[in-house]
């Protein structure tokens, strides 16, 4: 198992940057794979950006060019650096992987982008 803590969360201004950090309580290297999801009051979860082996990454469509998703492997870390933020990203951001058949999540930390 493992258990993910999310960080970095905070009130930013449109346009201004915040980074994000997921640490893991085991090592990442063997993990299925390493992602961010996003979800605002009252609409469904979505996903943001994800890393698999090999360092591939996928980015979604609204957050492309602004969002840049890496992981630290010496610290166990997924991180998430956010620029030229906007007032649509304020979310609560969630920490995702994958070990054998089962997803784990963290709990989650918000993000608030005032206009």
């Known amino acids: 198992q493992v258990q993910l803590v999310e960080s970095g969360g905070g009130l930013v201004q449109v346009g201004g940057s915040l980074t994000l950090s997921c640490t893991a309580s085991?090592?990442?290297?063997?993990?299925?794979?390493m992602a961010w999801y996003r979800q605002a009051p009252g609409k469904q979860r979505e996903f943001v950006a994800r890393?698999?082996?090999?360092?591939?990454?996928v980015i979604a469509s609204s957050v492309l060019g602004r969002f840049t998703i890496s992981r630290d492997t010496a610290k166990n870390a997924l991180n998430l650096q956010m620029t030229d933020l906007k007032p649509d990203d304020t979310s609560v951001y969630f920490c995702?992987?994958?070990?054998?058949?089962?997803?784990?999540w963290g709990q989650g930390t918000q993000v608030t982008v005032s206009s």
């Open positions: 085991r090592n990442i290297f063997d993990l299925d794979h």
């Open positions: 890393i698999n082996t090999g360092a591939n990454t």
């Open positions: 995702n992987t994958g070990l054998g058949r089962v997803d784990y």
